[in-house]
Structures are given as C-alpha cells and as structure tokens.
C-alpha cells in the first residue's frame, strides 16, 4: 500500500522569506503522480503543483518549487518570498498512473506566514 | 473555470437522521470523490465513482453510501449519522485519466451531528 508522511504538523515563516514543507513517500511501484493542493482557511483546496515521477526535472510554478528525490521517495515544496496569502494547509498527495485517478494525502502541514 | 459546488457549507443534524450531501460539477468530468477531513488526518477517501451509476469503496466506506444517477452529480449518503460522523466533507473531481489528472475541489460541507 502508498502511504504519503509529511512530518511537520506546523511551520511558520516571516513574509518575504523562503520555507521548505518535507514529504515523504512509500510505493513499490514506478509509475506516478505527486502533488501539493494548498487549503487557505475556510476556503476551496486548490493544486500548487504536480510533477510527473519519470521526469527528473523538477516541478515550478512561479513562487513554488519542488525538489523530488525518487531514489529517496522524498518530495519537498519550497515557497520563495513568502507572502501573507500563503497561510494555509498544505497536503502533499500521491497518485498511481494506473490508479482510476485516487489521490492519497499526507495529514498536512499548517504554514502560517507572519507579518 | 472548473465550478464543483455543494449544497450546503454548514449542515447540522441529529444521531440516527438520514444525511444527504449533494456534490455537482460542470466540467463534464467522468471521477468524482468523497473525502472526509479531520484534523491532524488530513483527507481519507470515503467513495468515488468514475461513471454514471459506478462506484467503488475507498478507505473508509463504513456508514456511508453514495448514488451516481447523472455524471454531473454525485450524493453522499449517511444511512443514520452519529456523532463520529461530525467532520468537513469535500467533494472532488477529475478527468478520467486526463492529462492533468488534478482534482478540483468543492468548497465543503462542515457537518455536524448532535
């Protein structure tokens, strides 16, 4: 069975500077899809980012990068100048190619980024 | 843009009554999911469906049910709530092995059972 692990329950960060939420991932298998879907309080879950398990190059959208490490199953999202708009959860999420498009999440890290 | 909407934010009910929480999404997409989220558990699938009238099981299926009778739409269904079925629930969907395979998310329904 997949399982995602993000070990950090809480982070906080100060504006305008760069954070880096850890996840971690178990599969046997070679063919998937990681994401990280962002939650700001009482608001819809959005997707940050994806990256595709066969590209070795990794992911970036703007402010938000990721470093996959396959070999180690590790998957972190770095967030550039951190801005007040960032606090939200952030859940880290597994996907099986063959899979009918199931996401398995980690429990989320809480990022609060003060003034 | 990808609208998923649900019927209700806020939903307050009593143990034992029948619950339906309606999800529908207009971006003609064959997955939809049921999710439930608890903190400090993040999200745990309960149901999806990725047809008309198709259903399969997630992690944790006990006390729900869910019908699918039209693609847009997808209701999930507490035969006879408890209290330890208080929780957020979210409503997703996504293209059946579309190229971007994300999951697109309603805005939730927080319920709560007395």
């Known amino acids: 069975a997949q399982t995602v692990t993000q070990s950090q329950p809480e982070m906080s960060v100060q504006e305008a500077e760069t954070v880096t939420l850890s996840c971690t991932y178990d599969t046997s298998e070679s063919n998937y899809y990681l994401f990280w879907y962002k939650q700001p309080p009482s608001r819809q879950m959005i997707l940050v980012i994806r990256q595709e398990a066969y590209k070795q190059q990794n992911a970036t959208e703007n402010r938000f990068s990721v470093n996959f490490q396959k070999a180690a199953k590790s998957f972190s999202l770095k967030i550039s100048d951190s801005q007040l708009g960032d606090t939200a959860m952030y859940f880290c999420a597994f996907m099986l190619e063959r899979s009918q498009g199931n996401l398995i999440f980690g429990k989320g890290t809480k990022l609060s980024v003060k003034p | 843009d990808v609208k998923v909407t649900q019927s209700s934010r806020y939903l307050v009910k009593r143990t034992g009554e029948k619950v339906f929480l309606e999800c529908v999404q207009d971006m003609d997409h064959e997955n939809m999911f049921w999710y439930r989220q608890d903190p400090g558990l993040g999200l745990r699938l309960i149901y999806f469906?990725?047809?008309?009238?198709?259903?399969e099981k997630g992690d944790i299926p006990e006390g729900y049910s869910v019908s699918r009778e039209k693609k847009e739409r997808f209701s999930l269904i507490l035969e006879s709530a408890s209290t330890n079925q208080t929780s957020m629930y979210l409503c997703?969907?996504?293209?059946?092995?579309?190229?971007?395979?994300?999951?697109?998310f309603g805005p939730g329904t927080r319920l709560t059972v007395t």
């Open positions: 997703a969907s996504s293209p059946y092995r579309g190229f971007s395979y994300e999951q697109y």
């Open positions: 469906s990725y047809d008309v009238k198709m259903k």
